[in-house]
């Protein structure tokens, strides 16, 4: 079993709409989790950093921690074609090594 | 532009030839990291330096793989008899260390094809 789960999808939807992506992971160990954003042949950029339980919000961008469950999300809103890209969780133990899910791509349709 | 700059971007060879990628990192960051990432994955770690000292480095870096950051700058890796199963989008990124994990910021990746 992974460390970090993550449904690969596509997951399509129309442009304006809220778009939710999500992770699960086993290691109770994790304290710091971030989303990255990469599209195609790229390298990922950071999109979300945050420490701990609770939520973040940035823009039209929400990122939300539940140590409780070992899951956390990200939530898009007024969605855009241009958000079109492979969404990926990152989570740390505090020591340097960043351990990925495997990406979930979003097709946003105008 | 000041972010993490990688060279080359594509790299075709054939089995069993060396090759050798470079990153430059942002200038003030003293971290520096490579991952992996096949088709349909995430990034996998492979190795990070501190300055010049290489601090951790993943089992998945066999004997064939070596990396060095010689002055605390840029860095090389290099894969031996290189296989098929390199195939891979290898990826660097760099931080400015600090307290927790550091934020990490990637390069547009080095994309080997092994024939």
């Known amino acids: 079993q992974k460390e970090v789960e993550q449904d690969p999808g596509p997951l399509s939807v129309p442009e304006g709409a809220i778009v939710s992506l999500n992770c699960t992971y086993s290691n109770s160990a994790f304290q710091y989790f971030m989303w990255y954003r990469q599209y195609s042949r790229k390298g990922p950029e950071l999109l979300m950093y945050?420490?701990?339980?609770g939520n973040k919000e940035d823009g039209r961008f929400t990122a939300q921690v539940d140590k409780s469950s070992k899951y956390i999300s990200l939530f898009i809103r007024d969605s855009q074609p241009s958000d079109s890209a492979t969404y990926l969780c990152a989570m740390s133990d505090g020591f340097q090594k960043l351990v990925f899910g495997t990406g979930t791509r979003l097709l946003v349709s105008p | 532009d000041t972010g993490v700059s990688q060279n080359p971007r594509h790299k075709i060879t054939k089995r069993g030839q060396n090759v050798t990628f470079r990153c430059d990192p942002i200038?003030?960051?003293?971290?520096l990291y490579w991952y992996r990432q096949t088709l349909g994955q995430g990034p996998e770690f492979l190795t990070y330096f501190q300055n010049e000292a290489q601090l951790e480095k993943s089992r998945l870096l066999s004997d064939r793989f070596s990396a060095e950051r010689p002055k605390g700058s840029f860095s090389t890796l290099e894969i031996q008899r290189t296989e098929q199963g390199d195939s891979a989008m290898y990826l660097c990124?760099?931080?400015?260390?600090?307290?927790?994990?550091?934020?990490?910021?990637f390069g547009p990746g080095t994309r080997l094809t092994v024939l």
């Open positions: 945050t420490y701990s339980s």
């Open positions: 200038s003030e960051h003293n971290r």
């Open positions: 990124a760099s931080s400015l260390a600090g307290q927790g994990a550091d934020t990490q910021y």
